[in-house]
Nanobody, 115 residues
């Protein structure tokens, strides 16, 4: 059973930065894609960023240029570096790991951006 354990997050002021980490219980080589989703109160969960096993990245338009996704295969960890944070980035953030037949989810971590 794959486990994804998240760390990071918290409260930051407008324009600040945070880094989220997501450590997998096994080798992340086995995942065809890793990603980050978020869900704000009263809104649907949305994809923030993803990175494939080949290193290709994808970002939603509202975070492109501010957020970076990266993976450290030696540490079995995926990161989300968030810069120039805005109040609309406030949400619970979830990491994901995709195999060929299912998606695993982290436990979620709160990110709050104050104005």
């Amino acid at each position: 059973q794959v486990q994804l354990v998240q760390s990071g997050g918290g409260l930051v002021q407008l324009g600040g930065s945070l880094r989220l980490s997501c450590a997998a219980s096994g080798s992340i080589f086995s995942f065809r894609a890793l990603g980050w989703y978020r869900q704000a109160p009263g809104k649907q969960r949305e994809l923030v960023a993803s990175i494939t096993s080949g290193g290709s990245t994808n970002f939603r338009d509202s975070v492109r240029g501010r957020f970076t996704i990266s993976r450290d295969n030696a540490k079995n960890t995926v990161y989300l570096q968030m810069n120039s944070l805005k109040p609309e980035d406030t949400a619970v953030y979830y990491c994901t790991a995709d195999t060929s037949d299912r998606r695993y989810w982290g436990q979620g971590t709160q990110v709050t951006v104050s104005s």
